[in-house]
């Protein structure tokens, strides 16, 4: 029998140690795969990591030697290992006792020091990655860019209006809600440009965090086309806060218990797709479907919408059985709304004609301020995603082929959304003190 190993027949490389993974089974589990390096070495692929072993027979049985865990134990080492022990092997003797194990374990000491000694400046370098720290290091590279006065007006900015909000919290930690309500912040003081300039300055220190690894998301961008901050509020766009919501929904039945018109319903209508006026306005029976079924849907044509794009809306539960209760009303057998002259509402009743009567103004809310209400409450929850959020409002997407993609990736998320909104409006009404998110 050969004394040697014969180096041109081993089989593994570097990269196929470290790119191996292993394989789902028929059931979907995680399946063992093992890698051969030539004269009883393998690498063993696991579900819970890459081990080394050596397989041999001595004295008429089959065995096995363990030789550490890949990476810590590298390639070379492992084959440094493997010769020593065939060696013993040739001669008789068990490498499971002995100089191999003392070997072995030498190598993994050292290189399990060195590994914990690099995981503890990794976790000690994350625990300095709060906002504080990245926004100036991204601070003093602009710095050379700009001139003088707007690197001032920039350092105040953070100094004054943001650090003292999320400086000392991780960078990667940062959500949706923590951005809002900087911004907020700014924004009730009137600050309008201020409140632009801020929102501006954090998506482009959360990109540099991105771009250096050292978060995965930057929630600045959900505020980038949101009309959700306070500073959005104009004559024709003022909204309420969700915590006014239940004082209103509770304020909208009980007119409808005094007398039940096309405007009030129509207006809950509105309120539960966060739908533009004219698509309720305008919204006829035959653009429903599935209305017993499991995923009930309303069609908007695209002649109705502001992009002419048509819009599928997922009907919630609440909708639908607001739907079923229009119905009963017998109105018109073409029109939801037909109004009095039956070709749909005009624009008039759903205001002056419900919220006047609940002795809302102008001043305090219109219907298209209920958009903003909802896509400022879905993106302070953290649960959605932003571009699902969009395409709840039917904001536009500019890329086609974009557009066509996510229209289909969020369909579901979009009928999440809307369901979670009528559960959210329904506990509001009820008067709960906290609103689940």
Known sequence: ?????????????????????????????????????????NLEVRHDGK???YAFRLNGKQLKLSLGSYPTVRLSDAREMHEKAWLMVQKGEDPREGTITRLQLKKLKDQDKALQLEQKAKEEAKSRQTFHVIANQWLAKKEPTLSRNTFRIRRSLLKNDVIPVIGNRQINELKNADIFDVLNRI??????????????????????????????????????????????RSQHRNFLEFHEMGNFMRNLKDSQSKAVTQSNLALEFLILTVVRSKNVRKARWEHFRDLDGQKPTWMIPAEFMKESREHLVPLSHQAVSLLKRIKSYNWNDQWLFPGNTGNGLSEGPLFKNTMLKMNYSPDQVQPHGFRSTFSTHANESGLWNRDAIEWVLAHSEKNEVRAAYNRAQYLEERRQILQWWADQLDEAESGMADVKK
């Not at 771009?211 to 009309?227: D, I, R």
């Open 51 to 53: 081990f080394w072993f």
């Open 1 to 41: 029998m050969s004394r040697q190993l014969d180096p041109t027949k081993r089989k593994l490389t570097d990269v196929v140690c470290r790119s191996s993974k292993p394989k789902l089974d028929e059931k979907g589990g995680l399946r063992t795969i093992k890698h051969s390096d030539g004269y009883g070495l």
């Open 187 to 232: 924004s009730d003081r009137g600050s309008t440009s201020i409140t632009d300039l801020c929102r501006r300055i954090l998506q482009e220190v959360f990109n540099y965090a991105r771009l250096h690894e050292l978060c995965e998301n930057n929630p600045a961008e959900a505020v980038k086309h949101a009309p959700d901050l306070k500073r959005h």
